[in-house]
């Protein structure tokens, strides 16, 4: 399915993702060409069949309700970009 | 025989010996990496200072009599493990200045077993590509001739371990990204059983099909870094329980009347003519080393493709979602709002390649889309895995080619996405299925490389390095390596 930059614009805003206004075109048109490499997709006959979530159909293992990890905060926000008294800092949400 | 074309086994023997130290040895891969790598570009991160103090705890280890087969042994690793202390980039600007906080569970047991780290290796963005192109830090050349890709996305491990810039080497394959590397370098690959190695501290690419494995001058070097990385890890919830057999110990193995499918789905379209009578040449050998051949089919394979460009992008998006510029990673500059702050730092953070599948991804997971892209994509993975399901009822490897041609030249495919998709059109099924898979050397087409895809059934490892293995006992490419190296 060919996209437009209005698609693209509207996709990358679900991605929080800043896509240049002259990138725009060129982008949309490499989307679409992937996209009609995956609609090949469409000639496989999938009524009935199971969808395939895990390679090993495998359960998600349960541990038990316990605190295993130490605290490393400290270490963890030295290499954040801004933080203030143990907080990461971002611009203002609410006025 | 210099110390750079010793094997595994041997470097420990000689280490064992003192034949030579550690330190020495370490100092001569150093030395190495400082004379060619301003060429390969295989390296982001050299850690020199590191390595040696390793190498001389290793020393000490081995002097005290409790040296393992990895002690000492100099290896590089793929910068999408997460080393503690060192930088970590994944081949990204949104990770450039980002000093991991923690050691990754397969860094961790290589420490344990008192192997040396020279350093990190390049690699297509986030693991995204096939050329080793898409790195922030450059594409690497591939050494048997710098003209050419040494292949993606663990490009820069392969360059370095072909060109002997460390005994060994680490990569992780989402697509092909241990085989089609090794295919194009002359070197052995192995890309486990989902779940076998531990992703803990791996950045995620897209979490149901990575996994990491070694790259390797041998089968029997393979078997020896397999063995170490190998093994159930608590903290990562899809690590397999699954016992840890002694690799090396089956490698000797008769292969009287083993049985090889050869899927004719894997000899059609597509195919260079060159490549493919290699791998014929190849399959004849292990007729003649006792094994017998079946022609078997794979008939969804030609969804295989298709449908990982959905599955693929789907997990990215997700995965990378975490990378806003808030805790870690790149922020950008005077953010208006946090909106902005999000769009940016990732707009700029991230290049074109991993923008372009993330956006495929955040399509295909959006409202309306879902059932048409996602759901049927798992659907499609399902006939996928039961093709490979059907022929392991009658066969006990499947071979083919590792990559439908030689290496290709740098900025070939670049402009061209699905073009560069394409290379990996015979990989990309085993990861979907979560299978094993290998590629070996076998006789080089004009020069170039070339690797036989070696596909076994779950958690099959130590047959495919046995498989591997006696092909390495009775041919020689795999000993050869790339001119003025």
């Known amino acids: 399915m060919p996209l437009d930059k209005a698609d693209v614009e509207k996709i990358a805003h679900l991605a929080r993702l800043a896509v240049s206004e002259e990138a725009l075109e060129g982008v949309a048109g490499d989307l679409s060409n992937i996209l009609d490499l995956v609609e090949q997709m469409g000639a496989a006959d999938t009524s009935g069949v199971e969808p395939m979530a895990h390679p090993l159909h495998m359960a998600q293992r349960l541990r038990p309700d316990a605190v295993t990890e130490t605290d490393l905060r400290d270490r963890f926000q030295s290499i954040a970009p801004q933080t203030e008294d143990g907080l990461y800092l971002v611009p203002r949400v609410v006025e | ?485």
């Open chain 2, 1 to 485: 025989m210099s110390l750079h074309e010793k094997s595994i086994a041997e470097l420990a023997a000689g280490l064992r010996a003192k034949a030579f130290s550690s330190v020495e040895l370490t100092r001569h891969y150093l030395r190495r990496i400082a004379a060619h790598d301003a060429t390969l570009n295989s390296f982001i991160t050299v850690t020199e200072e590191q390595a040696l103090e390793q190498a001389a705890a290793a020393d000490a280890r081995i002097q005290a009599g409790d040296a393992g087969p990895l002690s000492g042994i100099p290896l590089a690793q793929k910068d999408i493990f997460c080393t503690n202390g060192v930088r970590t980039s994944c081949g990204s600007k949104m990770l450039d200045r980002f000093i991991a906080p923690y050691d990754a569970t397969v860094i961790e047991r290589f420490k344990a077993a008192g192997a040396v780290m020279l350093g990190k290796t390049n690699m297509d963005e986030f693991a995204m590509g096939s050329s080793n192109e898409t790195s922030f830090y450059g594409p690497v050349r591939n050494p048997w001739n710098t003209e050419l890709v040494p292949g993606g996305s663990s490009g820069g491990s392969a360059a370095a371990a072909a060109a002997r810039l460390c005994a060994a080497a680490t990569g992780t394959d989402t697509g092909g990204s241990i085989r089609q590397p090794a295919a194009l370098c002359n070197l052995t690959g192995l890309k486990p059983t989902y779940g076998r190695i531990s992703r803990y501290g791996m950045i995620a690419f897209a979490s149901s099909l990575d996994q990491a494995g070694p790259i390797t001058r041998s089968a029997e070097d393979a078997a020896t870094l397999l063995q170490v990385m190998a093994g159930f890890d608590p903290r990562d919830s899809t690590s397999a329980e699954e016992p840890v057999p002694d690799y090396l110990a089956a490698l000797g193995d008769d292969l009287k009347g083993l049985k090889i499918g050869l899927p004719k789905e894997y000899f059609g379209e597509g195919l260079d003519p060159a490549v493919a009578k290699a791998i014929e040449a190849a399959i004849e050998e292990y007729k003649r080393l006792g094994a017998e051949v079946v022609e078997i089919s794979l008939p969804n394979n030609g969804l295989a493709v298709p449908a990982y460009y959905v599955v693929a992008p789907a997990e990215c998006s997700s995965n990378l979602a975490r990378f806003d510029g808030v805790r870690f990673g790149h922020r950008c500059a005077d953010p208006k709002d946090l909106e902005d702050l999000y769009k940016r730092s990732r707009g700029e953070g991230f290049g074109d390649e991993v923008k372009r599948r993330i956006l495929v991804g955040a399509y295909a997971l959006s409202a309306g889309y879902y059932d048409a892209y996602y759901l049927k994509a798992q659907q499609v993975r399902h006939l996928i895995a039961d093709d490979f399901n059907r022929a392991f009822e009658k066969v006990d490897v499947i071979m083919g080619p590792a990559s439908p041609t030689t290496a290709f030249k740098l900025g070939e495919k670049t402009d061209d996405p699905v073009q560069m998709y394409l290379s990996d059109i015979y990989t990309i099924a085993v990861n979907l299925a979560g299978l094993p898979g290998m590629s070996i050397p076998v006789e080089p087409v004009d020069g170039r490389p070339v690797g036989l895809q070696i596909i076994g059934n779950y958690f099959d490892e130590a047959r495919l390095l046995n498989v591997a293995h006696r092909f390495q006992q009775a041919t020689e490419w795999h000993r050869q390596g790339p001119a003025g190296y």
